[in-house]
C-alpha cells in the first residue's frame, strides 16, 4: 500500500477508534476523583498532601495498569487479530488436552469473566449518564428533581434506538469524543496553570507515602481509584475492529494526555477550593459554559454507553457460536458494515436492570459502589488466561509467565480487595447479576453436552444406515434434502423420522453439520467441506469463527466448486424438534435441567439463526428424556 494512503487508513481508524474505544474510560473524569474525595464509601480529606498522592494514583494506574499491561502486553494475546475475554478465552484453550482439568479450569474463568462485562455494562450507561446529568444540580439546585428523569430518559432513548443501529450515526462518535478530550485538556491546563504545584504528582513517591501514611483508608481509597481504568478491557476488545496501533497511538497520543490533564486539574482546584468538591468535574468550567459541558458531557456518555452495549451483543454472539448460550433472534442492522448486529432480548434485558439501578440507587455516587467490583473482577481474569496463553502458545516458562503478570496481578488484586469492602454497599449487584449470568452460560453448555449424549446413545451409526440401504432401499423421489445434525457420523433423527412417515428418500440426500472454530474467521475457500458418500448421500461439514455470520444457503453454494450442486429451490431442509424431559439424576441438579429445559424452548430456531428459508424448512419433533 502507498505510504500517504497507508497513513490516510491509520488517521482513519484512529479517529474511530477513539469515538468507540475510549467513552468509557475517557467519561471517567465526570466522577472518579468526585468519589474519592466527595464519596459516600470512606471519603479521603482534602489536603494538599492527600490530593497529589491520589493525583499520583490516577497517574500510575493509567501508566502501569492501561499502558503497559493492555496497550503493550495484553493486545499481544490477540486471536488472529480479534481480543476481548472470549477471545483470550478460546486462545487460552488451544494445545490443552480436551476435557481436562485446566481446560475446565480456563472455560470457567473466562465464562466468568464474560459474565462480569454483563454486569460492567449494565452500570456503564446508568453511571456515566447520571454524572453527566447531574452537572444540572452545579449549574442551579432547582433541576436536582429533574436529573433521574432526564437520565431515564436519555437511556431509554438510547435502548429504542439500538434497533435502527450505529451506522448512520456512526461517523459522529468520533469527532464528538475528538471534541470532549479538546474539552477535557483546555479546562485541565487552565486550572494546572494557575496552581502549577499540583504537578509535583507525577513523583510516584505521593502515592506511596499517600498508601504508606493512611493506612486503612488509603486502602479502601483505591475502591475509588479504580474508576479512573474502568473501560481498559475495550481497549483489548475492540482490537479486531480498529487494529492495535490505531488504539495504541490514540491512547498514547491523545486520550491519556488528555485525561491526565483533566484529573490534575481537578486537584489543582482542590487544592485551591476544596469546597469545589460538590462537582469538580463541572466547577473547573465558567459559569457560561456549563449548560454546553452538560451537553457534550451527555453526548460522550452516550457514545460511552454505545460502545459498552454493541460490546454486549458482540460477546452474546460470540457465545452462541460457541455453544454457551441459547441461539438468540439477532438482526442485522447494516448491510454493509460486519458485526453491526441486533439481540433484542439482550437489549431490552440491558434496559430493564439500568432502569432498576437508576431507580435503585439514584446517584452516581450511589452507582460507584457497585462499579468497581465488576471491573477488577474482569481484569484479574484477564490477567490467568494471559498466563495460560503465554505458557502454551508463546512456549514462556511457566515461572517466567507467573513472574511477569505478578506486578498486574498484585496491583489488579489490590483494587479487588478494595472493591470488595462495597459489596454490602452495592458492590453485589454486578456479582449477583454476573453470577446468574454465569449459571445460564454454564447450564447451556452443561445441557447440551447431556442433550447430545443422550441423542448419540440412540442414533445409527451412518455407514450401517447405508449399508442396509442399499440395492432394494426405500423409493427416492426428485430433489435434494438437508438434514442438520451435529454428528456427521450418525443418522440424523430428523432423518429416521422423515423415512418412518413418508417411506421414501429425496434424490439427493445432504448430512450438513456446522462447526464453530475457536478462531474469530473464517475464510471463504475453508468455509466448506463435502464427502461424497454411497447411495447418492453427501456429509457437508461448513465451518465459522466464532464472529462470522452463519449462512447456511449461502455457504450450499459453494459446494459446486467442489462437485455438488444444490438447488435451492428444488431443497428441503429437515430439522429435527427436541421436546425435553428433565428427571432427577440426570448428569446435573435438577433445577439446573429444568433451566435447561426452559433455555432450549426459548431458544430461536435453527430456520432463523442459519438464515433458511422458512418455505423450505420442515420440523420433525422428538421426546428426548434427559
Not at 96 to 104: D, L, M
Not at 283 to 302: G, N
Not at 370 to 384: D, E, F, P, S, W
Amino acid at each position: 500500500m502507498h505510504p500517504e494512503n497507508d497513513n490516510k487508513r491509520l488517521a482513519t481508524l484512529t479517529l474511530a477508534a477513539l469515538g468507540i474505544v475510549y467513552g468509557d474510560i475517557g467519561t471517567s473524569p465526570l466522577y472518579a476523583l468526585k468519589e474519592v474525595f466527595g464519596g459516600s464509601h470512606h471519603p479521603v480529606p482534602i489536603t494538599p498532601d492527600n490530593v497529589l498522592g491520589i493525583l499520583s494514583l490516577f497517574l500510575w494506574s493509567l501508566i502501569v495498569v492501561v499502558t503497559l499491561k493492555y496497550v503493550a502486553f495484553i493486545m499481544r494475546a490477540n486471536n488472529k487479530g480479534e481480543g476481548g475475554i472470549i477471545a483470550l478465552m478460546t486462545l487460552a484453550l488451544q494445545q490443552g488436552r480436551p476435557g481436562s482439568r485446566w481446560q475446565k479450569l480456563l472455560v470457567m474463568l473466562g465464562l466468568f469473566g464474560a459474565a462480569l462485562f454483563y454486569g460492567d455494562g449494565v452500570i456503564t450507561p446508568a453511571i456515566s449518564v447520571l454524572s453527566a446529568v447531574e452537572g444540572l444540580e452545579i449549574i442551579t439546585p432547582a433541576l436536582d428533581p429533574w436529573v433521574r428523569p432526564i437520565a431515564l430518559l436519555i437511556l431509554v432513548g438510547l435502548f429504542v434506538f439500538q434497533r435502527r443501529g450505529t451506522a448512520s450515526i456512526g461517523a459522529l462518535f468520533g469527532p464528538v469524543m475528538v471534541l470532549w478530550f479538546a474539552v477535557l485538556t483546555l479546562l485541565g491546563g487552565l486550572a494546572i496553570a494557575a496552581h502549577p504545584a499540583v504537578l509535583a504528582a507525577v513523583n510516584p513517591l505521593h502515592a506511596l507515602e499517600f498508601l504508606a501514611g493512611n493506612g486503612r483508608l488509603g486502602f479502601l481509597a483505591l475502591g475509588a481509584v479504580v474508576l479512573c481504568i474502568t473501560g481498559a478491557e475495550a481497549l483489548y476488545a475492540d482490537m479486531g475492529h480498529f487494529g492495535a496501533r490505531p488504539i495504541r497511538y490514540a491512547w498514547l497520543g491523545y486520550v491519556m494526555p488528555a485525561l491526565v490533564v483533566n484529573y490534575f486539574g481537578q486537584g489543582a482546584l482542590l487544592l485551591a477550593d476544596p469546597a469545589a468538591i460538590e462537582n469538580p468535574f463541572y466547577l473547573l468550567a465558567p459559569d457560561w459554559a456549563r449548560y454546553p459541558l452538560v451537553l457534550l458531557a451527555t453526548a460522550a456518555t452516550v457514545i460511552a454507553s454505545q460502545a459498552v452495549i454493541s460490546g454486549a451483543f458482540s460477546i452474546t454472539q460470540q457465545a452462541i457460536q460457541l455453544g454457551y448460550a441459547p441461539r438468540l433472534q439477532i438482526q442485522h442492522t447494516s448491510s454493509s458494515e460486519i458485526g453491526q448486529i441486533y439481540l433484542p432480548a439482550i437489549n431490552w434485558l440491558l434496559l430493564a436492570a439500568i432502569i432498576t439501578l437508576v431507580a435503585g440507587f439514584g446517584s452516581s455516587s450511589r452507582l460507584a459502589a457497585a462499579y468497581g467490583i465488576a471491573v477488577t473482577g474482569t481484569m484479574l481474569i484477564t490477567n490467568l488466561l494471559a498466563i495460560a496463553v503465554a505458557v502454551r502458545l508463546w512456549h514462556w516458562h511457566p515461572l517466567r509467565a507467573c513472574l511477569g503478570a505478578l506486578p498486574f496481578i498484585v496491583i489488579d488484586l489490590g483494587f479487588f480487595l478494595a472493591n470488595s469492602t462495597k459489596i454490602p454497599e452495592g458492590g453485589w449487584f454486578p456479582l449477583a447479576f454476573g453470577l446468574a449470568v454465569f449459571t445460564l452460560l454454564t447450564t447451556w453448555k452443561r445441557g447440551r453436552e447431556l442433550l447430545a449424549r443422550r441423542l448419540a446413545d440412540e442414533a445409527m451409526e451412518l455407514a450401517s444406515f447405508l449399508a442396509a440401504i442399499a440395492g432394494n432401499g426405500p423409493q427416492r423421489v426428485p430433489g435434494t434434502a438437508v438434514f442438520l445434525t451435529t454428528n456427521p457420523d450418525n443418522v440424523p433423527h430428523a432423518l429416521l423420522h422423515s423415512l418412518k412417515h413418508y417411506k421414501v428418500l429425496h434424490e439427493q440426500v445432504v448430512i450438513l453439520s456446522v462447526r464453530v472454530s475457536e478462531v474469530p474467521f473464517v475464510a471463504a475457500e475453508e468455509r466448506v467441506t463435502v464427502r461424497r458418500l454411497a447411495g447418492n448421500f453427501s456429509q457437508v461439514i461448513i465451518h465459522y469463527g466464532f464472529k462470522d455470520e452463519p449462512d447456511i444457503p449461502q455457504a450450499l453454494a459453494q459446494c459446486a466448486g467442489q462437485g455438488l450442486n444444490i438447488e435451492m429451490m428444488e431443497t428441503s431442509f429437515f430439522l429435527g424438534r427436541e421436546t425435553l424431559i428433565p428427571k432427577f439424576g440426570s448428569g446435573m441438579a435438577y433445577w439446573r435441567a429444568l433451566l435447561f429445559v426452559a433455555l432450549f424452548r426459548n431458544a430461536s430456531s435453527a430456520m432463523a439463526f442459519f438464515r433458511i428459508p422458512s418455505n423450505r424448512v420442515i420440523e420433525l419433533g422428538s421426546q428426548v428424556v434427559l
